[in-house]
């Protein structure tokens, strides 16, 4: 439970972290547009890069918050697909991880 305990902790702030990167990306994409068309041109190119990067936030946000809902749960560490033990490595380099290793790499896209 203690290492639960690590985990959420870094969780926590992992999901604190991204939801100021969030809020300064919206910032940014809400500034009124540049009126000189060169510079609006480069500044669109720009948002589209921190849209895409909002939205990978948006989705580790998803599965970090899933992972605290787990160890609310009591399912934490086990995979969401076939119930066996998480392996703990798998668990610290991703602590939001939802499958075990097998069934991780059956879900990859091709």
Request: overall charge negative; glycine content about 6%.
């Amino acid at each position: 439970m203690i290492v639960h305990k690590e985990i959420r902790r870094r969780l926590e702030e992992r999901l604190a972290t991204l939801s100021h990167e969030i809020s300064e990306i919206d910032h940014t994409l809400r500034e009124p547009d540049n009126p000189d068309v060169e510079e609006r041109a480069v500044e669109n190119e720009g948002h589209e890069v921190l849209e895409s990067l909002g939205n990978a936030a948006l989705g580790e946000i998803a599965q970090i918050e899933a992972a605290i809902k787990r160890m609310e749960l009591g399912t934490y560490g086990y995979c969401t697909s076939c119930g066996n033990d998480i392996d703990a490595l798998r668990l610290d380099a991703m602590p939001y991880a939802a499958n075990c290793i097998d069934c991780a790499a059956l879900n990859e896209p091709d």
